[in-house]
């Protein structure tokens, strides 16, 4: 019994020596010595130094001249259009920016319409999207939701049936209760709102909402093609919401004042100027003509340039094929090609590198621009050429992707783009005013 109680109370100790092992006790952290101390407050302060010196690199952009926008004569239809609003007896001057995530963000596109409109006149917030329809999609001064009935359609889908709209996407559904609203949530209002939709046959009804109170129901049956609801309201919140079990597609809102600048960010996460080529032909451009635009911007380049299937050539012949569906839909607004940021890419073992295939999408949109009478503005150039925006990442202006900005590079991009603009513009007023007076002094002389 007793070797039999002995062999138990040693199996028993073995599985508890198993159960708890005996932690052994982590030896001391070393103490840095005084000469590694030293050498980590150096390097923090060679950091700091760095970091002082990109801030004030990207900063001598303010201080600068204004760079010359290239082919600036092809902006005088849009200048035109800016003097006379500027004295209040023009028509309302609308931008329609196109592009990809730097567009799509609002955050220099929002800065522009802030400055156009402080100088021109708030012409309200124009063309916006129905609805969220993106991660990411954002637009200053307005939020916009909808119910999880309503389905996407476009933006990078080339599978779909390319009844996009304006903005390259729109929103459908076919069940009754849906929702899409509205929120002005910059404090300023809009006179006039006009809702773009699809007229199709069999197409349902839908009920328009101003803070929650229906102000009138229409019905979006009809012969395919482009249907418009405008209607006057000052509410900060509207919605549509549909009426029956019928299809419903929405592609957007306009919400204008009847005097002042527009500035339309209509911009894509991953898009490249074939983008513009995946809707409806007729469609997009009956909507395009609609709002007619005084200047159309194309900021595209930075997803090119890491697409292995584009050339110079073939980045050239897209351009002039878009410039010209522009020029269809649009004969009267003048174009500018905004060139991309510096973009770059990690090698391994090497640190960062510059897409080699930038330099040809820059030279294809400076030679499009040229021969087709449009204007150019080289950002990448403008922010510091080749390898900048590592400058821009380490100040803080840029993220660390070496792709996109932070919200304060954006909005610097925004004020040296406008100013930029506005020296041509201040030129050509300058001389129109000379040309103008000296036409008026010949006049009034004696005529034989």
């Not at 300023?188 to 839908?206: I, K, T």
């Not at 009847?258 to 997009?284: C, K, M």
């Not at 020296?423 to 010949?442: I, W």
Request: hydrophobic share 40%.
């Amino acid at each position: 019994m007793k070797l039999v109680r002995s062999a138990l109370l040693v199996i028993v100790a073995a599985a508890l020596s198993f159960a708890a092992p005996v932690k052994k006790k982590k030896a001391p952290a070393r103490k840095p010595t005084a000469a590694q101390l030293a050498a980590q407050a150096k390097a923090r302060a060679a950091q700091a130094q760095a970091r002082a010196r990109a801030v004030e690199t990207v900063h001598r952009i303010e201080e600068s001249e204004p760079a010359q926008i290239e082919n600036a004569a092809a902006l005088i239809p849009f200048f035109e259009r800016l003097y006379r609003a500027e004295r209040e007896d023009g028509e309302p001057v609308r931008i329609v920016h196109y592009g990809d995530s730097h567009t799509a963000s609002d955050e220099w596109t929002g800065r522009l319409r802030s400055l156009f409109q402080s100088r021109f006149g708030d012409g309200g917030m124009g063309f916006s999207l129905a609805g969220y329809p993106f991660r990411g999609h954002r637009r200053y001064g307005l939020r916009g939701s909808m119910t999880r009935g309503w389905t996407v359609h476009g933006l990078l889908d080339k599978s779909g049936d390319s009844i996009y709209g304006l903005g390259n996407a729109a929103i459908s559904t076919a069940q009754r209760g849906e929702i899409v609203s509205l929120d002005l949530t910059g404090g300023g209002g809009v006179q006039r709102v006009e809702l773009f939709f699809y007229r199709q046959p069999g197409g349902g009804w839908v009920q328009v909402l101003e803070e929650g109170r229906p102000i009138e129901a229409f019905s979006t049956d009809g012969p395919a093609g482009p249907g418009y609801f405008a209607f006057e309201t000052t509410a900060p919140h509207l919605e549509v919401e549909t009426l029956d079990d019928s299809p419903v597609r929405l592609f957007g809102w306009a919400l204008d004042n009847p005097r002042g600048v527009t500035y339309e960010s209509l911009g894509v996460n991953g898009a490249q100027i074939s983008l513009l080529d995946f809707g409806h032909e007729g469609l997009w451009s009956e909507q395009l003509a609609r709002r007619d635009p005084a200047l159309v911007v194309l900021a595209y380049g930075t997803n090119e340039a890491s697409n292995p299937n584009w050339t110079e050539s073939t980045y050239y012949e897209a351009l002039a094929a878009r410039i010209a569906r522009i020029r269809a839909a649009a004969p009267a607004a003048s174009i500018l090609l905004a060139g991309p940021p510096d973009r770059q890419y990690r090698v391994r073992g090497k640190g960062w590198r510059t897409f080699p295939r930038m330099n040809e999408i820059v030279s294809a949109q400076r030679r499009a621009a040229r021969d087709f009478r449009c204007a150019f503005w080289d950002l990448r150039e403008r922010m510091g050429g080749e390898g900048a925006i590592a400058r821009w990442v380490l100040a803080g202006y840029a993220q660390r992707d070496y792709v996109h900005f932070t919200a304060p590079g954006y909005r610097l991009i925004g004020e040296v783009a406008y100013r930029d603009i506005l020296t041509e513009y201040d030129r050509f007023r300058r001389v129109r005013e000379r040309v103008f007076e000296s036409s008026s002094h010949g006049s009034t002389g004696d005529h034989r």
